[in-house]
């Protein structure tokens, strides 16, 4: 027969504090062999107790009776009977956190330990990601292109590569139409070059995109970049070049300059080498225009565009295949490594007072440059964490 609220609690007492008849214990191991699994209606009555301090001490009370009572019995039958005792009011102590607070002794999610498939790895065979451009064509196709070449030409609805060899035939009516946009693509650890239909040069860094119409329009020659690109354009004052990224647009005027605009970074910047550039910017309250002259660099974010002299080497050095460090901070140089060695980065330790200088081929190993970078008193760790390689970056 079922049991009210009052008479479960009765008994549950009477059985902690020993006090217990056998025939209420039979009716207390009746009432959890038949209703425990089926009745939860005095789910309410437990909702409204102090679960954690009850089972604790109940818990206690039944270890502590259960060492008291610790001692050689004469009969089988008395042993079978304090194990029934006791499972009964453990079991009374279980249905209770079950049927108000399944997870009260397993950690909440946010506190749950994460296990992770970790793996220690040797920096010295870890090379660049891999030069693994993409063209992706108005319709949405995707084209893989030859890594072993250095770029590719656009000119006439064709793509060739710098060597002479067709790449893509846009003639299938992408060419006719101007606002038909192309995507080149480098992934981690490449770079590629685009030469664009009015002779105009563009290199890309890893991890970057540059769009750009099957043809330009009479008035204007318009692309769009993420990532980071150097620029040599052609000089045309009745079609002004003009690259967007983000909210801001730089319009330049037969010029040589860097831009990096990846996604990830607080600050984009704008340095440039010849010629000269006009950035304009919307943010949240007022247009901002910035004039830009040679060995300068432009610094955007939302909140502003800032404009600074600077020794341009270290920000084109991409370009001729270096990493170039003068005083960068951890952060800063490890985004360069993580784009080009396809790894994630994480920090431990102060590393407010580290700076890294050197000038290092990109094509040495990762083992070969964090060993220049140590000299700098940092230390460095390389694993294998779900599939992903992370580098830490320790500092003591």
Known sequence: M???????????????????TSEEQEQLNHWI????????????LFKQIDLARKKRDMLKNILMKIEEDDQ???????????????????????????????????????????????????????FSGGNSPTLTLGDGQVIQLSGKQAGIIQKNGHLTYTNGESAVNL????????????????????????????????????KSTIRFPSKFSAHERKVYITGEAFFEVVKNTNQPFRVNSKDYQVEVL???FNMSSYNNDKEDHTTLLEGLVRIKSEPQQAKTAVLLRPGEQASISAERVAKRAVDVSPFVAWKEGLFYFDGASPQTAMKQLAR?????????????????????????????????????????????????????????
């Not at 062999?33 to 309410?44: F, G």
């Open 2 to 20: 079922a049991i009210n609220r009052n008479e479960l609690e009765r008994l549950a007492a009477k059985l902690l504090d020993g006090t217990i």
């Open 33 to 44: 062999n038949t209703q425990l699994p089926k009745d939860n209606s005095n789910a309410p």
């Open 72 to 126: 050689p019995v004469k009969t089988k039958r008395g042993q079978l009977y304090r194990f029934l005792k006791y499972s009964a009011a453990v079991a009374v102590i279980l249905f209770i956190g079950f049927i108000s607070q399944q997870n009260l002794f397993m950690p909440k999610q946010a506190e749950r330990i994460a296990i992770h498939n970790i793996i220690e790895l040797e920096a010295d065979t870890v």
């Open 171 to 206: 003639q299938a009516g992408l060419d006719a139409n101007v606002n038909a946009m192309l995507t080149l693509s480098t992934g981690a650890g490449g770079t590629y070059q685009l030469i664009l239909p009015d002779g105009s040069k563009v290199w890309l860094n890893a």
């Open 254 to 256: 037969g010029t040589s």
């Open 340 to 396: 080009w060695y396809d790894l994630d980065v994480s920090f431990s330790g102060n590393l407010s007072n580290i700076s890294f200088f050197g000038m290092i081929d990109r094509k040495k190993s990762l083992g070969s440059i964090i060993r220049i970078l140590e000299k700098s008193g940092v230390k460095f760790r390389l694993q294998q964490i779900d599939g992903r390689k992370v580098l830490k970056v320790i500092s003591d």
